[in-house]
Nanobody, 120 residues
Framework: VQLQASGGGLVQAGGSLRLSCAAS????????MGWFRQAPGKEREFVAT????????DYADSVKGRFTISRDNAKNTVYLQMNRLKLEDTAVYYC??????????????WGKGTQVTVSS
């Protein structure tokens, strides 16, 4: 399995970015997907997950109402729309693919990450 994240960059606080993660290697539409992030000096943390069908999503409290996870199973791609970005959203963002159809089963493949930097 390969996961290629893109869309990161430098943005001012209050701005928006959309991350994409293209997956290959197994049947994308059968697996949950997720976004996680790691800020300098901190552990990796959960951001958002989405079930295989896209009908079920979950968010960290810190991003709820600002970020939206979605997927296009025809394109083997998962997205993270990030609005009203804050300085504390600065991190390397990683996409991951689940062990099964729902995120509760955990993640077993990880991409290399894309840097998001929010400036004041």
């Amino acid at each position: 399995v390969q996961l290629q994240a893109s869309g990161g960059g430098l943005v001012q606080a209050g701005g928006s970015l959309r991350l994409s993660c293209a997956a290959s290697g197994r049947t994308f539409s059968s697996y949950a997907m997720g976004w996680f992030r790691q800020a300098p000096g901190k552990e990796r943390e959960f951001v958002a997950t989405i079930s295989f069908s896209g009908r079920s999503t979950d968010y960290a409290d810190s991003v709820k109402g600002r970020f939206t996870i979605s997927r296009d199973n025809a394109k083997n791609t998962v997205y993270l729309q990030m609005n009203r970005l804050k300085l504390e959203d600065t991190a390397v963002y990683y996409c991951a693919q689940g062990r099964g159809s729902y995120p509760s089963l955990g993640m077993d493949y990880w991409g290399k990450g894309t840097q998001v930097t929010v400036s004041s």
